[in-house]
């Protein structure tokens, strides 16, 4: 089954309780945390996710691009995160390890998060343990940016390996999912679509969701 994380970095900050209930069909609710040196721009962080907690029932599906994401692992946890996406980039593998390993002890779901730039095998050693997968098919760091087409290959390839080490594991993508691009990430083995500008940008916001899930 495909699920629909709705991404409310394109959501308005002044409303964000309405417009996470705006979103409330959807499988988990996306939230992209930046910290300006990872990636070039600014978000939410720990105390906005608290908040989010206090008006949700919603799975949060935290997406922490950030520079040695292990520092906040715990603090995020405590906040009220679900499950936790730390990029591969952002730190040494050991420090990757560790953190996926203060994840467990929190009781956090833990993933993996890759930039274009990374190959879909630097997931290896850590695919058996991970609840999820998730694969950029933009550039992290802003909403609104033009799929990129070469992911594919990215995804196949995630697919292939979650397939023979951990089927259980999800298989997320991220920037630049439409109706025009879901089938071509369902296609190619995602089962977890993020959207941001295709979710908040339609009139019917519900029925974007509802056509994200039948993408096929
Ligand atoms: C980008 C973020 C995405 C972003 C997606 O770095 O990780 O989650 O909100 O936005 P759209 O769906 O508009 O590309
Ligand atoms: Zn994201």
Redesign the pocket.
Known sequence: MIKVSP????ADFCNLERDIRLVSSADYL?V?V?DGCF?P?LTIGIPVVQSIRKHTDMFLDV?L?IDKPLRYIEDFAKAGADLLSIHLEADHPTRIAQALKVMEQCGVKKAVALRPITDARAILPYVEQLDMVLV??????????A?MESQLDTIRQARAIIDRYNPACELEV?????PKTAPLVVEAGANVL??????Y?AQDIPGAIAALRAAH
């Open positions: 991404s409310i970095l394109s996306h992209d930046m990636v721009n997406h691009m950029m098919t933009v550039e992290p760091g802003f909403g609104g940016q799929f991220d920037g630049g999912i439409s993020v959207a941001g500008s295709a979710v940008g």
